[in-house]
């Protein structure tokens, strides 16, 4: 199975600031990366795919980028409801595994 | 306007079986492989099985694997997830997604629209 490792677990980040979520393959997935936004007590929610397309009705404040086995989750200039956690997602194959998440906060 | 919605949840004792369901509407539900992910609490988020189109193929984690079956009937344009011998590691919310396609920029699928989930927990 393709482990997916993020970092950091968690931050701490001002309104405004610009944050950036990295996610790591245990093997090469091309672009076959996914990002999911997810708040407490609600499902998730698709922002990204293929690594760098945007879900349609996301905020371009989100971006992504990566190939291979390092991507990155942007948010340019973070607001207060972007406060949530996120998830990177292979879909290379199956099972289709989960980083562990990255827990973001505003200050 | 595309909605999952996810019953059969509730409370069994170890051992024991629940079948979950998921109903879909404003989509044509033939035309999609489905999934279910499941979430322990306090955990992230894990796959367990996706089934094709027509049913024709289902794959699953290693951890439910001979436990759990996926099935679904287009004409009801219905999921189901049949959870057999549970485990008290069984116990989570289990979302019902749709495995959205994209063909650019290149072919490849997604996690497009999720149920609100069905609590199972498995305890004595």
């Known amino acids: 199975d393709i482990q997916m490792t993020q970092s950091p677990s968690s931050l701490s980040a001002s309104v405004g600031d610009r944050v950036t979520i990295t996610c790591r393959a245990s093997q090469s997935i091309s672009s076959y990366l996914n990002w999911y936004q997810q708040k407490p007590g609600k499902a998730p929610k698709l922002l990204i795919y293929?690594?760098?397309s945007l879900q349609s009705e996301v905020p371009s404040r989100f971006s992504g980028s990566g190939s291979g086995t390092d991507f990155t989750l942007t948010i340019s200039s973070l607001q207060p409801e972007d406060s949530a956690t996120y998830y990177c997602q292979q879909s290379y194959n199956t099972p289709r595994t989960f980083g562990q998440g990255t827990k973001v906060e505003i200050k | 306007e595309v909605h999952l919605v996810e019953s059969g949840g509730g409370l069994v004792q170890p051992g024991g079986s629940l079948r979950l369901s998921c109903a879909a509407s404003g989509f044509t539900f033939s035309w999609f492989w489905m999934s279910w992910v499941r979430q322990a609490p306090g955990k992230g988020l894990e796959w367990v099985a996706n089934i094709k189109q027509d049913g024709s193929e289902k794959s699953y984690v290693d951890s439910v694997k001979g436990r759990f079956t996926i099935s679904r009937d287009n004409a009801k344009n219905s999921l189901s997830l049949q959870m057999n011998s549970l485990r008290a590691e069984d116990t989570a919310v289990y979302y019902c997604?749709?495995?959205?396609?994209?063909?650019?920029?290149?072919?490849?699928?997604?996690?497009?629209?999720w149920g609100q989930g069905a609590l199972v927990t498995v305890s004595s």
């Open positions: 293929a690594a760098s």
């Open positions: 997604a749709r495995d959205g396609y994209s063909s650019a920029p290149f072919p490849q699928y997604y996690f497009d629209y």
